[in-house]
């Protein structure tokens, strides 16, 4: 397939972010969110590397929009009610949730054009979305893909949520790395909400273990993503409670109220700014001046500003202003699930991959 994460619509998109217009705006809109799914963090040989550009640090883009792009024959999907040896289509879940929903599509071509053209659009769009951002510790879907690559993906589709799809479970067949990625969704004792974890029972994504929030949903973009995005985004509800990342001074709050809605900024004694944006409201006491240790709580996530949908924007930047990746500068884990969660995760697994894997395989 063609790789893209330098493509040629982002790069001159981003040239001309001056002179913006409306039409220019819903065209970078359009396009970040293309690209965000389809870049970032690879598991592999390459680091994201290219310099972000800082010029839109206070013009946070927004999250989990519907990518917009017309199915073309650039892939080949599956959808899978007419996948012969493995589809299981439409699987009753529980009393009361949305059934599951499978499909499978053979790369061949940009993925997202690929699920467009299994399930249709804008599901497809949506679908490929949260896809990536689960792939992305793993994979990354613009460079990492070779034609027969094979993606199956079980998921729900929430109508409570006309952002994100539910990801249930992705299983990725990579020639490139010679494995197959799996991420089961499984929602682990005293966790607010579910995670993605491996085979193993150790969570796909990285955690910031003395990071500014510890309950979201889902990391949904990175550094150097090809947005041209300077922060770390966490999908989360508004009130989620946020914490100082670092013992620091808080510098000024609710600035740009329109492009940052409320907002804190944090400085820390060695020089180090965060940034924390469209947050719900700032915490108690929390103003210009005040001190505040790491851990303490500083603000509530929220969706004002230019927002979307509810997230935690979270930036970090060097004494001299330079962009720093959170993902670098925090200490990180893949939590484990332990062994109150070892039975429950298994028999989940089992089941979903019943469920991947049709009726009579495994009843
Ligand atoms: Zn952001």
Same mark, same amino acid.
């Given at each position: 397939m063609t790789i893209r994460s330098q493509g040629p619509r982002p790069i001159r998109v981003g040239g001309r972010k001056k002179q913006l217009g409306p039409l220019h705006w819903a065209l970078l809109i359009s396009v970040g969110l293309n690209v965000v799914l389809l870049a970032t963090r690879g598991g592999g040989d390459e680091s994201p590397s290219e310099a972000t550009p800082?010029? $839109?640090?206070?013009?946070d883009d927004p999250i989990g929009m519907p990518t917009p792009e017309e199915p073309t024959d650039g892939a080949t999907g599956e959808a899978a /009610?007419?996948?012969? =040896? /493995?589809a299981p289509g439409m699987v009753a879940m529980a009393e009361g949730e949305a059934p599951a929903k499978f499909a499978k599509i053979t790369i061949n071509g940009p993925v997202s054009r690929g699920f467009v053209k299994a399930v249709g659009s804008p599901e497809g769009d949506r679908l490929a979305l949260t896809v990536s951002r689960i792939l992305v510790w793993n994979l990354n879907l613009t460079k990492d893909p070779r034609p027969g690559d094979v993606v199956e993906v079980l998921y729900r589709v929430n109508p409570? #949520?006309? $952002?994100?799809i539910d990801v249930l479970a992705v299983r990725y067949e990579s020639e490139k790395f010679g494995k197959t990625f799996e991420s089961w969704q499984y929602a682990p004792e005293g966790w607010k909400y579910p995670g993605w974890f491996d085979a193993d029972g150790r969570e796909v994504a990285a955690f910031l273990? =003395?990071?500014?929030?510890?309950?979201?949903?889902?990391?949904t973009s990175l550094i150097?993503?090809?947005?041209?995005?300077s922060g770390m985004d966490f999908k989360a509800p508004v009130g989620t409670e946020l914490f100082a990342?670092? #013992?620091?001074? $808080?510098?000024?709050?609710?600035?740009?109220w329109k492009y940052n809605g409320n907002c804190v900024e944090l400085r820390g004694s060695d020089g180090r700014t965060a940034k924390m944006l469209h947050l719900s409201g700032l915490a108690d006491g929390i103003k210009p001046g005040s001190k505040v240790k790491a851990g303490d709580p500083i603000a509530m996530s929220g969706n004002t500003g230019r927002s979307f949908a509810p997230h935690l924007h979270y930036e970090l930047s060097s004494s001299s202003g330079r962009t720093l990746d959170p993902v670098d500068e925090h200490t990180t884990k893949h939590r484990l699930l332990g062994g109150a969660d070892k039975a429950g995760f298994a028999t989940a697994v089992a089941e979903l991959a019943r469920r991947m894997d049709g009726p009579g395989s495994g009843e």
């Open positions: 800082e010029a $839109v640090t206070e013009l /009610s007419d996948d012969d =040896d /493995s409570e #949520d006309e $952002v994100d273990t =003395d990071g500014p929030i510890k309950d979201y949903q889902q990391i150097g993503d090809g947005r041209g995005h990342p670092f #013992d620091g001074t $808080v510098t000024r709050t609710n600035w740009k």
